[in-house]
T-cell receptor, first 114, second 114 residues
Framework: AQSVSQHNHHVILSEAASLELGCNYS??????LFWYVQYPGQHLQLLLKYFSGDPLVKGIKGFEAEFIKSKFSFNLRKPSVQWSDTAEYFCAAAPRTNAGKSTFGDGTTLTVKP | ETGVTQSPTHLIKTRGQQVTLRCSSQSGHNTVSWYQQALGQGPQFIFQ???????GRGNFPPRFSGLQFPNYSSELNVNALELDDSALYLCASSDRAGGSYEQYFGPGTRLTVT
């Protein structure tokens, strides 16, 4: 069965600190990986995605993620967080040609203190 | 381009009742996926509709059913509501022509079952 696990339930950082959120997946077959963000009061939106090729992918707002196949991991990073990055972050995995059948982790709530 | 819309925004129902939630897909998208997001958890895949047919289902009982219409909008119906059905119900649309690599989420319907 497919599963996605996120290591941290709640992360608290000060502005300008570096961020790394862990994500591991268990999936049969070829998989696409995603990070979504949900800002307070807003709907889920795509932060970045990995399909193939360069395992380091860059997304919006300075976020990046690294796919490590041997570790079944897809960790999210940002060198310097801002207060506006306060949000909930979800890692997800989906079959190669059907993003609409995604399996999500339980999310990590990031709080950035000004 | 119109994004994914859902109605109603909030809903309160009593245990044992039936509910219908509605979703309009993003312009040009022919696939709708429904997810249930319980408090403190990530979205869980309920089912997907593609060209008016169910195209895959998650681990949800038959009392969760759906429809897709010729204009690609969709309904989620839940019969015999249980307290555990209280959650945020998310709809996401994608375009499966050539493979669906992204999905776009609506704002969700918050269902409370008392």
């Amino acid at each position: 069965a497919q599963s996605v696990s996120q290591h941290n339930h709640h992360v608290i950082l000060s502005e300008a600190a570096s961020l790394e959120l862990g994500c591991n997946y268990s999936y049969g077959g070829t998989v696409n990986l995603f990070w979504y963000v949900q800002y307070p009061g807003q709907h889920l939106q795509l932060l970045l995605k990995y399909f193939s090729g360069d395992p380091l992918v860059k997304g919006i707002k300075g976020f990046e993620a690294e796919f490590i196949k041997s570790k079944f991991s897809f960790n999210l990073r940002k060198p310097s967080v801002q207060w506006s990055d306060t949000a909930e972050y979800f890692c997800a995995a989906a079959p190669r040609t059907n993003a609409g059948k995604s399996t999500f982790g339980d999310g990590t709530t990031l709080t950035v203190k000004p | 381009e119109t994004g994914v819309t859902q109605s109603p925004t909030h809903l309160i129902k009593t245990r044992g009742q039936q509910v219908t939630l509605r979703c309009s897909s993003q312009s040009g998208h022919n696939t709708v996926s429904w997810y249930q997001q319980a408090l403190g958890q990530g979205p869980q895949f309920i089912f997907q509709y593609y060209r008016e047919e169910e195209n895959g289902r998650g681990n949800f009982p038959p009392r969760f059913s759906g429809l897709q219409f010729p204009n690609y909008s969709s309904e989620l119906n839940v019969n015999a509501l249980e307290l555990d059905d209280s959650a945020l119900y998310l709809c996401a649309s994608s375009d499966r022509a050539g493979g669906s690599y992204e999905q776009y989420f609506g704002p969700g319907t918050r269902l409370t079952v008392t």
